[in-house]
Each structure stands twice: as C-alpha cells, then as structure tokens.
C-alpha cells in the first residue's frame, strides 16, 4: 500500500500508534476515516525525538462518513478529537 490513507482504507483499523507529536500530514490522513482519541503514552527509549510512544484509538465517522482533503482542512483538531501531544 503506498500511502497511510490507503492502508486505513483497507485495513479499518481500531488503532494507531506514533512516536511523541501527531503529524499534520498524518492526522488528515487518518480524519479522512476516523476521529483521534490518545489513550495511553509509555516512555520508551532516550532518543529525544522517539522516546513517548503514543497509542490513539481510532473512532469512524457516523455512517461511514469519508471527508475529502480537497473540500475541507483535516489537518487541524476536530472538535471529536481527543489527544494531549503536540500536532506538528
């Protein structure tokens, strides 16, 4: 699968895990599915840039709603959305 909105597409995920910051890029990747909910943090490692894993639970859209980047922003917190780490 070349790129993550692809592979949320197939696969339909419940989860997803990052290292430290949610990406802008990939947060409108995933809002084009789902709403953003931080669950759990763990530290890990002591690189300073992959030392908190992040774990997100991944809530879809009513009725299986599909939001187009080309029509709205969903690189920015929806008001659904629910996490603590900075968004970069």
């Not at 890029?25 to 690189?47: C, P």
Request: hydrophobic content about 40%; cysteine-free.
């Amino acid at each position: 699968m070349p790129d993550l909105a692809a592979k949320l597409a197939y696969y339909q995920p419940g989860w997803y895990a990052g290292w430290n910051v949610l990406d802008e890029g990939t947060l409108e990747d995933i809002h084009s599915r789902y709403s953003v909910e931080q669950v759990a943090s763990f530290h890990a490692f002591d690189d300073p840039h992959r030392n908190v894993l992040v774990l997100f639970k991944l809530h879809p859209w009513p009725d299986g709603r599909v939001y187009d980047p080309a029509d709205e922003n969903l690189r920015v917190r929806f008001p659904e959305d629910s996490f603590t780490v900075p968004l970069k």
